[in-house]
């Protein structure tokens, strides 16, 4: 099975800083990774597909990259409502994992 | 616009066979651009994929449950289920239902807002 270590599992930021988390795939997943963003007490939401693709009514600030098997989502500037858990999914081949999360707190 | 729904007991007792309906609109299941899935969420910990269907009657299960779980469809009512039998404390989770698409890189979206199901006697 293909595994995802994401990392930081915990990272605090004040409002208006970048952030990024990383994923990092045991082997090559081509661009087949998604990035959600969940808030407690909600079902997760897609932000980004395909490594980089930003979905429908996500904010520009956030964006995704990879670069082999290391893949990063970035806010640019971390607003108020950003603050929530974020998980990385890959897609191209089954048991479709998910990362183990990076919770966003407010510093 | 696509949505879905999910329903069922909230408790299960250990030993028995937790069952869960979810309920599409906004599409038909049989669209030939989405899989159906289930991911769960036990109480303050990540997210893990349980299983796929598609309109064929394809499935696909994680291994670690494949022994214990059943994804099937009914087309009539537009509905998918899940079966997870012999549940134990660690099958405690918030139990999601979602679409995959075909676009979109295969990710899942929607999703259902969830519903908690609890292993106790």
């Known amino acids: 099975d293909i595994q995802l270590t994401q990392s930081p599992s915990f990272l605090s930021a004040s409002v208006g800083e970048r952030v990024t988390i990383t994923c990092r795939a045991s082997?090559?997943?081509?661009?087949?990774l998604a990035w959600y963003q969940q808030k407690p007490g909600k079902a997760p939401k897609l932000l980004i597909y395909d490594a980089s693709t930003l979905q429908s009514g996500v904010p520009s600030r956030f964006s995704g990259s990879e670069s082999g098997t290391e893949f990063t989502l970035t806010i640019s500037s971390l607003q108020p409502e950003d603050f929530a858990t974020y998980y990385c999914?890959?897609?191209?081949?089954?048991?479709?994992?998910f990362g183990g999360g990076t919770k966003v707190e407010i510093k | 616009q696509l949505q879905l729904q999910e329903s069922g007991p909230g408790l299960v007792k250990p030993s028995e066979t937790l069952s869960l309906t979810c309920t599409v609109s906004?599409?038909?299941?049989?669209?030939?651009?989405?899989?159906w899935g289930w991911i769960r969420q036990p109480p303050g910990e990540g997210l893990e994929w349980i299983g796929n269907i598609f309109y064929t009657g394809s499935t696909y299960y994680s291994p670690s449950l494949e022994r214990r779980v059943t994804i099937s469809a009914d087309m009539s009512k537009n509905q998918f289920s899940l079966k997870l039998n012999s549940v134990t404390a660690a099958d405690t989770a918030v139990y999601y239902c979602?679409?995959?698409?075909?676009?979109?890189?295969?990710?899942?979206?929607?999703w259902g807002q969830g519903t908690l199901v609890t292993v106790s006697s």
């Open positions: 979602a679409g995959r698409g075909a676009t979109r890189g295969g990710s899942f979206d929607p």
């Open positions: 999914q890959q897609l191209i081949t089954y048991p479709l994992i």
């Open positions: 082997q090559g997943i081509r661009s087949y």
């Open positions: 906004g599409s038909s299941i049989r669209a030939n651009n989405y899989y």
